[in-house]
């Protein structure tokens, strides 16, 4: 059997006496498209940042492809493939859209201890991220100031930066919060694109996205996988209804 | 490739301010007046050292959001190695400069080494606190001149002559010297490093996620601030022909930032204006009262709360410029 391309074992994380992560293992293999699901403060992101490596976890492991990352850096893990997007959206506002996703490419391939040269004039980076941002629908904004483009193109904006870091697995972290109808159709429809290009984990408040997109759905209440399995399974499954979609019994 | 041209009206327009400054520069030992010439030249040739050193400052604070507050510790090793090393009669600027350079790169190394593990507040007052080391380190030189420094014998030499002896001639060097660091600074900040440094600035952990170890590079811009300041460092030393504590006390820190601040944060050329109006405001205002000081803080607290983006700022708004 081939290795899962993102497992986690076993991992915990408390803050105090609050347990945020309790014993949450999971494996996706090469190629899924997997959400995550549950409700406020079930400890979502949390252990997105604890799988990314913002986090530091109390025990447990982040495998990918078969090797063992718990011990590595938010950059180091980057660098073998596993990027992740934020919930509140993280970009350089100062910067081009363009050269927030040629910072990408910069970070992917060469060094960047080079003191000489106008990085911005670089179409060895230019131009990938042009593809990205092609790929997202933004490549006629390439040039505008990221702080200064609309909440939904700055969550395409997040996903163009984090393909351009060409990922084997990709997390991405409630990339519809707050975004309107037709800037959450722009973003379900490029996830849509994505699904089977790499191996997706996605955090996601809003249910018809995920039941649209995810080959599997995993419920977290509590820190605590409570159910695993296709999305119609989960939808039905008594305790997801009764901790999370708040129906009291059958 | 396809470059944009660097060259054309739009270049002179773009870079009005530094080739103004720069041929003001290269030209005032001739419009000087011969009686009051070397008052002014050695006048001028400080503000030039200083704007080196602001410089150096700007790149890591104006560029890096690193506000070290122990920027004058680098004028000080800088200084002191040329004072050091001509006490033991090693004059010559080939041997002073790289040890001068040298030094202030590996205090560089190893106190931001120390001083890059903290953040906000807590990196200012470890890099204030590594300067004052600096200076009670000088300030115990006792063989040094201790507390109240000590005079060269003469300035530095090169090939074996008094080059530098000829105070033109050491005005175009330290005019040649401000050239190549602002250039240097040019080049970095819109490098492939530079981008990564102002990345940084703007938001670190989208840097890491990026996949920067941002670390490391903030460590190498450190390093090349300092080393740059250093270069300040050894030129104020052959200027007065003496070094002293005085050089490296935590007010000269603070003045440093001010001169980055009152020119304009991020802007390299602001730099050297701010080190310009700094001196040139001090010098003219000590004219009058010894209390400046009284003058100089309301003026400061003024470009700070009205001309934003500084002296520079003040020019772009005035060029046409509409954008901040």
């Not at chain 2, 959001?65 to 510790?73: C, I, N």
């Not at chain 2, 952990?205 to 490391?216: D, H, K, Y």
């Amino acid at each position: 059997m081939a290795e899962p391309a993102l497992e986690l074992r076993d991992l915990n994380k408390a803050y105090g006496a609050l347990t945020v992560t309790d014993h949450v293992s999971l494996a996706l293999p090469d190629g899924e498209f997997h959400a995550i699901i549950g409700p406020n403060g079930a400890g979502k992101t949390t252990l997105i940042h604890q799988i990314s490596g913002l986090v530091p976890s109390d025990s447990g492991s982040v495998w990918l492809g078969g090797r063992d990352v718990t011990g590595l850096s938010l950059p180091e893990r980057v660098h073998r493939g596993l990027v992740r997007s934020f919930q509140i959206t993280s970009i350089l506002p100062g910067f081009s859209a363009l050269e927030n996703v040629a910072l990408a490419v910069q970070a992917r391939e060469g060094s960047s201890f080079r003191f000489f040269g106008r990085a911005r004039d670089e179409a060895r980076l230019n131009d990938p991220a042009m593809q990205a941002l092609e790929e997202v629908g933004l490549g006629k904004r390439a040039g505008v100031r990221a702080g200064l483009l609309s909440h939904g193109e700055k969550r395409q904006l997040e996903i163009a930066i984090a393909l351009a870091a060409q990922p084997r697995v990709l997390l991405l972290d409630e990339p519809l919060a707050g975004t309107g109808p037709e800037e959450s159709a722009v973003l379900i429809a490029l996830m849509q694109r994505l699904r089977g290009r790499m191996t997706i984990l996605l955090i996601e408040h809003d249910m018809e996205a995920v039941f649209a997109l995810a080959e599997r759905v995993s419920v977290l209440v509590y820190g605590r996988i409570i159910a695993s399995g296709p999305p119609a399974a989960v939808r039905d499954d008594p305790d997801v209804r009764t901790a999370y979609l708040g129906e009291e019994g059958g | 490739m396809t470059m944009p041209p660097e060259s054309g009206p739009g270049f002179l327009k773009r870079e009005a301010v530094p080739v103004v400054v720069f041929a003001l520069l290269a030209l005032l030992p001739f419009v000087a007046v011969l009686g009051a010439e070397s008052y002014l030249l050695s006048l001028v040739t400080r503000v030039m050292i200083f704007a080196i050193a602001a410089l150096s400052l700007d790149l890591i604070l104006g560029y890096g959001a690193l506000v070290s507050f122990g920027h004058a510790a680098f004028l000080g090793l800088g200084g002191y190695a040329v004072g050091i090393l001509s006490a033991h009669g090693q004059t010559d600027a080939l041997v002073q400069l790289p040890v001068a350079l040298a030094v202030s790169a590996l205090f560089a190394l190893v106190t931001g080494a120390l001083s890059l593990r903290t953040k906000g507040v807590y990196f200012i007052m470890i890099t204030l606190a590594f300067g004052q080391m600096a200076f009670f380190l000088a300030v115990s030189l006792a063989a040094y001149g201790g507390d109240d420094g000590m005079t060269l014998s003469g300035r530095s030499r090169l090939f074996g002559l008094d080059l530098f002896k000829n105070d033109r001639a050491f005005y175009y060097a330290v005019l040649l010297a401000l050239l190549g660091a602002y250039g240097l600074c040019r080049s970095i900040v819109v490098s492939r490093f530079g981008r990564v440094i102002r990345g940084a600035r703007e938001n670190p952990q989208r840097m890491a996620a990026i996949g920067f170890p941002l670390f490391r590079y903030q460590l190498v811009g450190y390093v090349i601030a300092g080393t740059l300041c250093g270069l300040a460092g050894f030129l104020l030393a052959n200027q007065a022909e003496f070094v002293s504590p005085a050089y490296m006390t935590w007010q000269r820190s603070g003045e440093l930032i001010v001169m980055v601040v009152l020119g304009g944060l991020g802007t390299l050329h602001g730099a050297i204006i701010g080190a310009a109006a700094f001196l040139l405001l001090e010098e003219w205002l000590s004219g009058f009262t010894e209390h400046w000081k009284m003058i100089f803080g309301p003026f400061l607290v003024l470009v700070v709360l009205f001309a934003r983006g500084g002296l520079m700022g003040a020019i772009r708004r005035l060029g046409g410029g509409g954008h901040g």
